[in-house]
Nanobody, 128 residues
Framework: QVQLVESGGGSVQSGGSLRLSCAASGNTYVNYLMGWFRQVPGKEREGLGSMDSGGSTSYADSVKGRFTISRDGAKNTLYLQMSGLKPEDTAMYYC??????????????????????WGQGTQVTVSS
């Protein structure tokens, strides 16, 4: 079973940048769809973007143009580069994985229901 560990969160001022990392055990990206999500207490987890095994990315409108997903296959690490951060970006950020061949319900690239494996999250706080 693949395990995911996020890192790179922290505190930053509005307009700043952060890069989050999601380290995966095993050769994840060949066989998995990967996603980035965030959650604020009391609200539903929000899909931010995804990268499939072929490297194609998709983004939520709320972060398009500000956030970029990339990966380093040699390090088995997925990244979320965030720029132009706003106070409303403050949240716990999670990466998630979905096996390419799975019978799990598929609700879309940015749906939490589509993903099977989750990391523990990393906190991002943006101050004004």
């Amino acid at each position: 079973q693949v395990q995911l560990v996020e890192s790179g969160g922290g505190s930053v001022q509005s307009g700043g940048s952060l890069r989050l990392s999601c380290a995966a055990s095993g050769n994840t990206y060949v066989n998995y769809l990967m996603g980035w999500f965030r959650q604020v207490p009391g609200k539903e987890r929000e899909g931010l973007g995804s990268m499939d095994s072929g490297g194609s990315t998709s983004y939520a409108d709320s972060v398009k143009g500000r956030f970029t997903i990339s990966r380093d296959g040699a390090k088995n690490t997925l990244y979320l580069q965030m720029s132009g951060l706003k106070p409303e970006d403050t949240a716990m950020y999670y990466c998630a994985a979905r096996r390419t061949y799975t019978s799990r319900y598929y609700g879309g690239l940015l749906s939490t229901q589509s993903y099977e494996i989750w990391g523990q999250g990393t906190q991002v706080t943006v101050s004004s």
